[in-house]
T-cell receptor, first 113, second 117 residues
């Protein structure tokens, strides 16, 4: 079956620190991979995506590379800001481009000034 | 509309009552999804509608939960005889078969926070 495992939080960092949030997946086919972000009091927003192996998704200084050999899609940012404080969800979608998303449990990130 | 609209934004109900949650997807989006977000539980898939196909109900947790989508647009999630464990944020999302849009994942609404007391 399909599943997503992401590192448990909470993650607490100082401003300008390096961020990694690990995400690994299990899928029977060739999934598309996503990171969603949920800022306090807001709905989920798509942060970045990758649709095939070795693709790199990037947005707002965040990056994640689709690694088929390690079934991973780790989220990274070189220098976090206070405004990055949010909950981050890794997700996969397999098969139909309109199929359901399988989400990880989310990782709470808090960045202190 | 410009985004996915959900109503009400907050709902407090007594245990045992029925509730209806509404989702108005982005105009033209053929796929509609319901998820539930509970504290510490992440995002739980509930149900998925795609065009005129039979919905995927595999995530509904019990027969107290049902959903319909009228005219391929607005959807209503109904919870009968609510229990305290139903307290959660219920999220709706929509997506399109358009070749650009579907690569961008879903568009989520802001959710309905349901509290069963």
């Amino acid at each position: 079956g399909n599943s997503v495992t992401q590192m448990e939080g909470p993650v607490t960092l100082s401003e300008e620190a390096f961020l990694t949030i690990n995400c690994t997946y299990t899928a029977t086919g060739y999934p598309s991979l996503f990171w969603y972000v949920q800022y306090p009091g807001e709905g989920l927003q798509l942060l970045l995506k990758a649709t095939k192996a070795d693709d790199k998704g990037s947005n707002k200084g965040f990056e994640a590379t689709y690694r088929k050999e390690t079934t991973s899609f780790h989220l990274e940012k070189g220098s976090v800001q206070v405004s990055d404080s949010a909950v981050y969800f890794c997700a996969l979608r397999e098969g139909s481009t309109l199929g359901r998303l399988y989400f990880g449990r989310g990782t709470q990130l808090t960045v202190w000034p | 509309g410009a985004g996915v609209s959900q109503s009400p934004s907050n709902k407090v109900t007594e245990k045992g009552k029925d509730v209806e949650l509404r989702c108005d997807p982005i105009s033209g989006h053929t796929a509609l999804y319901w998820y539930r977000q509970s504290l510490g539980q992440g995002l739980e898939f509930l149900i998925y509608f795609q065009g005129n196909s039979a919905p995927d109900k595999s995530g509904l947790p019990s027969d107290r939960f049902s959903a319909e989508r009228t005219g391929g647009s607005v959807s209503t999630l109904t919870i009968q005889r609510t229990q305290q464990e139903d307290s959660a944020v219920y999220l709706c999302a929509s997506s399109s078969s358009g070749s650009r849009t579907n690569l961008y994942g879903y568009t989520f609404g802001s959710g309905t926070r349901l509290t069963v007391v």
